[in-house]
């Protein structure tokens, strides 16, 4: 039997029962991205350009570490890309373009 | 006009009707699909009990998550499980129990 | 080196941190589906808007309600979904919402293992807590060890009842109105209700105050 068979049958979301510590009371107030990544998931299921089981599915299919390392926004929006550029909506290297551009008006904008 | 004397004969199509009703007994199935399930593995092979329909039919949910927007409509059920059957030796309370929507092609009767 | 003289317009200097690799591709995926016409900054900015009035209030409302008014309360327990539309509480997310009755025989509560399915039009986004690991892994499987974190102490006369969520049905519990409450208004039971005693954590009593 394979070892490694667990890790493609157990998502990495599967977690009922399994042991687990105290749980810590914690909550954070959205940050505005957090807000718009939440506003744009539920924006693209009714748009049905990307549905809400979907959405659970591309984060799932990050892989143990990354959903374990990622924070919750985190997760969907890493996810968002991956699926639309599954769908080809967008490809890696517009996305990595705009993300570049972005990145250059905050500079641009904080620097005197 | 249908005349009052006349009987209508129909028949639905398979998966128009529940397959379950309340009340009855019913072991969620084992299998391992890879890629995307909404079936938590804690609650594969366990056997419970159907406590509520619910309405309406619906897509399955696996099937939706490959982004095809479709599926196959069907019906998902309350399914009530005791914790001392999900957790050998539970300490709780022997009438506690867990409920959770399964989709009907992940049900058996028994 | 020249002075700097001040002729020449300076780009705002804005006093903000510079945002985090995770928020510039949120910005970015946003700003590449606002281009190629796949959606408009408006349906953002709106559905913003209904997420933030979404709130734990819209839920102590109809418990209230429901503690008051026996016929809204059968109708809540028959169809959760239609008697929050009673109120004007739409189910954008298109969910079905079953309303779970805590009694002196029955206490529930509601997790969702796989994700963080939550009621979400009736309560809005849930506490990190009830998304993170512990909450979801032992919520089904020690729930009374898991109350008692919380301070919840349940008879072991009383049954517990705790709901996965994994499909379109969305959970919420109608906890049991707390004594010596006879006289209260239907806002200052409300103001009694709080989020974690609609998702089955806590029990409502008169020591609690101001709804979360």
């Keep these: 039997m394979s070892q490694t068979e667990q890790l493609l049958k157990k998502l990495p979301n599967d977690i009922g029962g399994m042991p687990a510590d105290r749980i810590e009371r914690t909550d954070h107030v959205l940050e505005p991205w957090e807000k718009r990544c939440h506003a744009l998931a539920d924006v693209l299921d009714f748009h049905k350009i990307l549905n809400t089981e979907e959405k659970r599915r591309g984060v799932e299919s990050l892989g143990a570490e990354m959903v374990g390392k990622l924070t919750y926004y985190e997760r969907w929006i890493a996810a968002f890309a991956f699926i639309l550029f599954q769908k080809q909506i967008l490809t890696p290297d517009e996305l990595a373009r705009k993300m570049a551009e972005v990145e250059a008006r905050h500079l641009e904008a904080s620097t005197p | 006009m249908i005349s ?38 804690y609650i594969r092979g366990k056997q419970g009990i159907i406590e509520k329909i619910l309405e309406p039919a619906a897509v399955n949910n696996e099937e939706e998550g490959f982004g095809r927007n479709a599926g196959l409509k069907g019906w998902y059920y ?33 | 080196m020249t002075t700097h003289d001040h002729d020449h317009d300076h780009p705002k200097i804005i006093d903000e941190p510079m945002p985090g690799y995770y928020e510039i591709m949120e910005t ?23 997420l933030d009035s979404r709130t734990t209030a819209l839920g102590a409302k109809v418990v209230a309600r429901a503690w008051v008014d026996p016929e809204f309360r059968a109708r809540l327990l028959a169809n959760g979904r239609a008697a929050c539309e009673e109120f004007g509480i739409s189910f954008y997310d298109d969910t079905q919402l079953i309303v779970l009755e805590n009694t002196d025989k029955v206490h ?57 969520s994994t499909a379109t049905v969305r959970y919420l519990v109608l906890p049991q109105r707390p004594a010596g409450t006879k006289d209260f208004t239907e806002e200052q039971l409300a103001a009694l209700v709080t989020r974690d005693a609609m998702i089955g954590v806590v029990k409502v009593n008169l020591e609690q105050g101001i709804a979360v």
């Design chain 2, 4 to 41: 009052a004397s006349s009987t209508i004969q129909i028949v639905k199509a398979l998966g128009e009707e529940p397959a379950f009703k309340a009340g009855d007994r019913v072991r969620i199935s084992v299998r391992y699909p890879v890629g995307h399930y909404r079936v938590p593995i």
């Design chain 2, 78 to 110: 309350r399914v009530a499980v005791p914790l001392t059957e999900l957790w050998p030796g539970y300490d709780g309370a022997p009438h506690d129990r867990l409920v959770i929507e399964i989709f009907e092609t992940w049900l058996e009767r028994i």
């Design chain 3, 28 to 50: 970015a995926v946003r700003e590449l589906l606002v281009e190629k016409k796949l959606i408009s900054p408006g349906e953002i900015r709106r559905q913003i808007e209904v």
């Design chain 3, 108 to 164: 529930n509560l509601i997790v969702c293992t796989l994700c963080s399915c939550y009621p979400r039009p009736v309560l809005g986004l849930p506490p990190d807590w009830y998304k993170a690991k512990p909450y979801r892994a032992r919520a089904v499987k020690e729930p009374r060890k898991v109350l008692a974190e919380f301070g919840t102490e349940i008879p072991d006369d009383v049954e517990i009842r705790v709901s996965d």
